[in-house]
């Protein structure tokens, strides 16, 4: 079974603080994904990376950016938080062309 | 062509059958999937189709295709109330296979 570690489940952060959300796939996959899920909006893709230290912007990169030094963990940083990054972040890897999405746990952001 | 369309709720009670909907826009679908999304939790891989494939059936899922209407629908046969959760709809694109496409999610509630 693919196994898609989220470090946190919840966290509160304050307003203007450096945020890193940390993943880490113990499936040897070559993609990793960070989407947002809000309620009325769905999930949206923030960044996605297939390859170590390559990355690709999805649908709503700004005001984040990310990490993927080591195949196996994908950091989502958020630079300054801001009260519209409060959200459930999710990670999600991927292996061969053909396979789904392998989701965590999630990580519940609060930022005040 | 990325609409991915489900209704938002669905009742019913426990033993009977439940079935989800889902349409989607674009006719270069390779795959089709169902999550299941439980409160506070990640998305949880339940089934995929290939969207030259009709039907799949897994224990108590039934998955049907009809790739004419651009319709997907997850039976749960004796549903319970561990089914209760919200059930996502997605498709990836076959000339981007990084690239998923969700639907809002159904909320599946089960009564005893």
């Known amino acids: 079974d693919v196994k898609v570690t989220q470090s946190s489940r919840y966290l509160v952060k304050r307003t203007g603080e450096k945020v890193f959300l940390e993943c880490v796939q113990d499936?040897?996959?070559?993609?990793m994904f960070w989407y947002r899920q809000d309620p009325g909006l769905g999930l949206r893709l923030i960044y996605f990376s297939y390859d170590v230290k390559m990355k690709e912007k999805g649908d709503i990169p700004e005001g984040y950016s990310v990490s993927r030094e080591k195949k196996e963990r994908f950091s989502l940083i958020l630079e300054s938080a801001s009260t519209n990054q409060t959200s459930m972040y999710l990670c999600?890897?991927?292996?061969?062309?053909?396979?789904?999405?392998?989701f965590g746990n999630g990580t519940r952001l609060t930022v005040t | 062509g990325e609409d991915v369309e489900q209704s938002l709720f669905l009742s019913v009670r426990e033993g009977d059958s439940s079935v989800i909907n889902c349409t989607y826009t674009?006719?270069?679908?390779?795959?089709l999937y169902w999550y299941k999304q439980e409160p506070g939790a990640g998305l949880q891989l339940l089934t995929y189709i290939f969207s030259n494939m009709d039907m799949k059936q897994d224990q108590r899922l039934t998955v049907l295709l009809n790739k004419k209407d651009k319709h997907l629908s997850l039976r749960i046969a004796d549903t319970q109330t561990g089914d209760s959760a919200i059930y996502f709809c997605?498709?990836?694109?076959?000339?981007?296979?990084?690239?998923?496409?969700f639907g809002s999610g159904t909320k599946l509630n089960v009564k005893p």
């Open positions: 997605a498709e990836s694109i076959l000339y981007n296979f990084n690239k998923f496409y």
């Open positions: 499936m040897d996959h070559e993609n």
């Open positions: 674009d006719s270069s679908s390779t795959y």
């Open positions: 999600a890897t991927k292996g061969q062309v053909d396979s789904p999405l392998h």
